[in-house]
């Protein structure tokens, strides 16, 4: 189990700000750039980032171009601005880079899983499950999360513990210790890789789910679709993240944590926890993906693995 090692931050690291999927208003891009300035860091931009198309910050090539450029570039690290759609589609090209010499530490949620995903997978490289760069530059997030952030990224804190998880089946109830690689991200991106090259590999991994306004049905049918698929095949764990949204139209409820514990319950073999404060919701605490975790007495523990 090999541990994906990134060099921390410190004051005057450079910063690339990309965005690979949707748009943002002009000024929440300069609000983002001068936080990261305020907090110390050189920031770079490529111009043109923001020219939008149709569901997308700018049309697929330019977009991809700019990815390039940011992977490419002597940034320490690399932060999404904005999640929404399309970070999938520039996929096909990414593929075809060759992995750079110098590597970056990438930093987003939602959308940008699939970023992830072809990071910790292709090129080994560490990623962080973390607010998207508009959120922090709007004063969208409580001071403890964005503490903890900067903390990890800049080496203070060395590893992140998510306590007081519940189990959601037996065999869960029953763990001792697991350990594995933790991948994962948002559910519907992580879904939309099933059958293509891109397609998540989880054996011997600890799996981390999050999703946002999707109703009970809907996580029950990509639920079901990663089982028939066989992702969940010698999967160590799965860790459900924020689950918010998904009111029912009809009764004002939601369905969704019904769906999930069905979902366990279904799948007695694969110990499964709830718990996880990462996610969509408000306080999104930072959580390393391709790092070195275990459960532990109802504690997911993660190595950061920063030097």
């Known amino acids: 189990m090999s541990q994906h090692k990134w060099k921390k931050l410190d004051f005057g690291s450079k910063i690339e700000i990309v965005a690979p999927a949707s748009s943002t208003k002009p000024e929440v891009l300069q609000k983002s750039i001068d936080y990261l300035k305020l907090k110390g860091f050189r920031v770079h931009v490529n111009e043109g980032i923001l020219n939008p198309y149709l569901f997308h910050a700018s049309p697929d090539q330019e977009r991809f171009q700019f990815l390039k450029a940011a992977l490419n570039s002597d940034a320490d690290a690399i932060w ?14 990414l593929v075809k880079l060759k992995k750079p010499k110098k590597q970056k530490i990438f930093i987003g949620i939602s959308d940008v899983t699939s970023l992830h995903l072809f990071l910790n997978e292709k090129w080994k490289w560490p990623t962080l499950h973390a607010s998207l760069l508009d959120r922090l530059a709007q004063d969208k ?16 804190t060395k590893q992140v513990s998510f306590d007081g998880l519940k189990p959601l089946n037996v065999k869960a109830e029953k763990a001792k210790l697991i350990s594995g690689i933790i991948v994962g991200g ?7 890789t099933l ?12 799996l981390f789910l999050e999703e946002i306004d999707e109703r009970g049905y809907r996580i029950d049918r990509m639920l079901t679709h990663l089982k ?5 095949k010698n999967l160590k764990a799965i860790v459900f993240g924020h689950f918010i949204g998904g009111i029912e139209p009809d009764s004002k409820t939601s369905k969704v944590w019904e769906a999930i514990h069905r979902f366990a319950q279904e799948n007695p073999s694969l110990p499964m926890w709830t718990g996880v404060e990462s996610g969509h919701d408000v306080h999104i605490r930072p959580l ?11 504690s997911l523990i993660i190595s950061t693995g920063v030097s």
């Open 195 to 206: 059958g293509t090259p891109y397609q998540i590999k989880s054996p011997g991994k600890i």
């Open 141 to 156: 997030l409580p001071i403890e999360a964005v503490e903890e952030t900067f903390s990890v990224l800049m080496g203070k």
């Open 80 to 93: 999404a601005i904005r999640g929404g759609y399309g970070s999938n589609r520039l996929l096909p090209e």
């Open 228 to 232: 028939q698929s066989q992702v969940l």
């Open 186 to 192: 948002n559910l519907m991106t992580l879904q939309s």
């Open 288 to 298: 390393p993906l391709g790092a070195k975790a275990k459960i532990s007495k109802n």
